[in-house]
Structure formats: structure tokens, C-alpha cells
């Protein structure tokens, strides 16, 4: 049975570590943002299929979706492409950062997804099954201050998760959810922060977080799973955070004892 796996933001942080894993276990992928030169350095490095990209312009997933159908079909979905711009109030806060925000982690998501379905169904009648993950995020599930837009934008990417998953009942294809904490990855918070590096440098300061790759370790995971397990909603955080509200700074240490 050969699998094959489209990555969405696989040109840095959880996509490529993503399409690493995969390709660490012999499965296929397909590698999708807008950086052509990160994805020819992750293609020479993994063989990854490269497909430039970006999801929130319907032309190009149209095209993307052709290549995908051209090269050898899919059989996953990976919804990782996203991100956060800014920390301002709902009052505060910029439409134009809200707008790049839901382009990007919600109507992208919804646009790569209603592309694949028909390749990703094909896929299915093929090796018997097909699996949609999306890339949310704890913030898609506690709302906290400064979080606004990207609140927003990851509670829909939440809700549309669990209204695909009911829509494709009685069809063989999982709907997965991965919502991870704080990772510490090279560009999400520079991005947000706009490329304030000194102040995106300060939420990983004395503490574990975790890593794109062990993030991917579990993402994969889900993907390794019988294919008739579907893990709907996987919470991934650090030790150290115990929720959006709490991130514990220092060594972590049982109480008690000598
Ligand atoms: N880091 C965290 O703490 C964290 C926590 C929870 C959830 N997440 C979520 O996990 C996902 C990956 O985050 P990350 O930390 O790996 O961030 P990242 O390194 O900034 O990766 C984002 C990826 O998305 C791609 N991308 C952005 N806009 C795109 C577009 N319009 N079309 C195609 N690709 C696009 C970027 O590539 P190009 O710029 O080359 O297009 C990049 O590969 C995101 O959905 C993020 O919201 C992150």
C-alpha cells in the first residue's frame, strides 16, 4: 500500500519537520508553500514532490490540485499552512491582519480541502482509506489576551475540522485535529511579532517547549494509527504549560521529598 501525502507549509517549522518524519518511515509526500527555494532544498534533501503554492489564491490550489492528480494521487492531507500576525485587542487590532489570518488558516484551509477531496477519494478506492489532518492550535480552543484574530481564525479551523468529519461519515476517510501549544519553531513568532526578534525570542526563555520535530512525531503518529482510528482532537503541549494561561519558567522539579 503506497501512501501518499500532501504537506501544506512544508518550507519551514512543523510542515517540514512533517514531511521529514514522513520520509524517515518511506512514505511519499507532496511539499506545498511559496518559497520554491526552501522546497527544492527539502525535496533534494527528503524527495519530497515540491509544489509551489500559495493557499489563498483558488487559481493556484486549482493548479496544485492538477499536479497532485498528475503525479501519482494523494491519499493525505496535511492543513498545516498558517500562522499569527500581531498580539493587538479585538479593539486594537488591524482588519487587514484578520483578513491575511482567516486567508490563510481558515478559507486556504477550506480551499486545499474542497481541491484534494476528489484526488483524496480516488486515493481511497485505491489502498482502502484516506486520512485530512489539520494544523490548529491550543489557541483554537481557550481564548486568551492577544490572541484576537488568531483566536478566531484557529476556532474556525477547529469548527470546520468537526463539520468535514461529520459531512464524510460513512466514507472512508479520517478527519484528525492536531492542536499544539507553544513550539518553538524559527519563524512563527518572528512573523507575528513582526520580526522583532529580541521580543519573539522571550516566550521560549526558561522553558521547555516543544519542537517542530516532536510535534511531526506525533502528527505522523496519528497517520501510522489502523486506519480506521481516527483521532479527532490531539492536544499536544509542554510539561511546562499547563494551559494558554500557564507556562511554568524554570526547572521543573517534584514537590516534596528531600
Ligand atoms: N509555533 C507554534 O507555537 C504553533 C503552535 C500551535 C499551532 N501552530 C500552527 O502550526 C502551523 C505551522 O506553524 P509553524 O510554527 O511551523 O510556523 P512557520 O514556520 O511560520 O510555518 C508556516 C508555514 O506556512 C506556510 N505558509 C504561510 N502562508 C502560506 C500561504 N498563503 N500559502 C502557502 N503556504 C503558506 C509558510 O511557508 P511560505 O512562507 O514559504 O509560504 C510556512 O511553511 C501553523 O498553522 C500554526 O498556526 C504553531
Given at each position: 500500500m503506497q501512501h501518499r501525502i500532501v504537506v501544506t507549509g512544508a518550507s519551514s517549522g512543523i510542515g517540514a519537520a512533517t514531511v521529514r518524519r514522513f520520509a524517515e518511515l518511506g512514505?511519499?509526500?507532496?511539499?506545498?508553500?511559496?518559497?520554491?527555494?526552501r522546497l527544492a532544498e527539502l525535496a533534494d534533501e527528503t524527495g519530497t514532490h515540491p509544489i509551489v503554492c500559495d493557499v489563498t489564491d483558488e487559481r493556484q490550489v486549482a493548479a496544485l490540485a492538477a499536479e497532485v492528480a498528475e503525479t501519482g494521487g494523494a491519499t493525505g492531507l496535511v492543513n498545516n499552512a498558517g500562522g499569527a500576525l500581531g498580539t493587538d485587542s479585538v479593539e486594537a487590532s488591524s482588519?487587514?491582519?484578520?483578513?491575511?489570518?482567516?486567508e490563510v488558516n481558515v478559507i486556504g484551509?477550506?480551499?486545499v480541502?474542497?481541491?484534494l477531496l476528489p484526488i483524496?477519494?480516488?486515493g481511497a478506492r485505491r489502498t482502502g482509506w484516506a486520512s485530512i489532518l489539520n494544523l490548529t492550535s491550543t489557541a483554537g480552543h481557550a481564548a486568551y489576551p492577544?490572541?484576537?484574530g488568531y483566536n478566531a481564525a484557529k476556532f474556525a479551523a477547529h469548527a470546520v475540522t468537526d463539520v468535514l468529519r461529520l459531512e464524510l461519515a460513512g466514507e472512508p476517510i479520517r478527519v484528525m485535529e492536531l492542536a499544539p501549544g507553544l513550539v518553538h519553531t524559527e519563524e512563527f513568532t518572528l512573523?507575528?511579532?513582526r520580526g522583532d526578534a529580541a521580543a519573539a525570542a522571550k516566550p521560549y526563555e526558561d522553558v521547555i517547549p516543544l519542537t517542530a520535530e516532536e510535534v511531526a512525531g506525533v502528527l505522523v503518529g496519528a497517520f501510522e494509527q489502523p486506519p480506521h482510528v481516527n483521532?479527532?482532537?490531539i492536544v499536544l503541549r509542554p510539561v511546562a504549560q499547563s494551559s494558554v494561561f500557564h507556562t511554568h519558567r524554570g526547572p521543573l522539579l517534584p514537590r516534596g521529598g528531600e
Open positions: 512514505w511519499r509526500t507532496v511539499a506545498v508553500a511559496r518559497r520554491a527555494d482588519n487587514d491582519d484578520w483578513r491575511q489570518m482567516f484551509l477550506r480551499t480541502t474542497a481541491a483524496l477519494r480516488d492577544g490572541g484576537a512573523k507575528r511579532l483521532q479527532d482532537l
